[in-house]
């Protein structure tokens, strides 16, 4: 695969995770606001669907995104890097987790203080997670930019 084709792939998988949390994160505050029960059970039973599609996209983003970078010791890779530790530990430790316990939850009709709980945390997490990949996605398309504008400064002469 070259490495042009991996940066598109990158970029369109970052795309993808970043969308995809952004979209499950905003259906549960204005179903959780404005829905009844039911629809809050049937968003929880979707965003359990949805990670069908975010756990692909966010593994195909972080492996093409370690493999891009390689060994590079340059600040900004550097930051994206270690921006990508909380990231995945709060989609394996909280996000993944929390969406299977709420969905339960909520299909049961059990909207307790621990329902409200956990959905706090995992706002609160999906939040950071949206943060922290904006950031990242800020990062890369500056890269890009930066590498583009070179090469036609080179190319012109």
């Known amino acids: 695969m070259t490495r042009h084709t991996l940066g598109r792939l990158h970029l369109a998988a970052a795309v993808a995770g970043l969308m995809l949390i952004a979209a499950f994160w905003t259906s ?19 965003i359990l669907w949805g990670m069908l599609a975010l756990i692909p996209a966010m593994a ?21 890097r270690r921006r990508m530790m909380p990231i995945a530990a709060n989609g394996i430790v909280v996000l993944v987790p929390s969406a299977f316990f709420l969905a339960a939850r909520a299909a049961a009709g059990d909207f307790d203080t621990a329902f409200y709980a956990v959905q706090a945390v995992e706002l609160l997490a999906g939040a950071i997670n949206i943060s922290l990949m904006s950031l990242n996605m800020r990062d ?11 090469a036609a400064e080179t190319a012109a002469g």
């Open 60 to 80: 195909a983003a972080g492996a093409s995104g370690f493999r891009l970078g390689g060994s590079s010791k340059a600040p900004v890779i550097t930051a994206k």
């Open 140 to 150: 890369g398309l500056a890269m890009t930019s930066r590498r583009r504008r070179r």
């Open 28 to 46: 549960t505050i204005i179903v959780e606001l404005f829905a009844d029960a039911t629809a809050v059970a049937t968003l929880k039973q979707a």
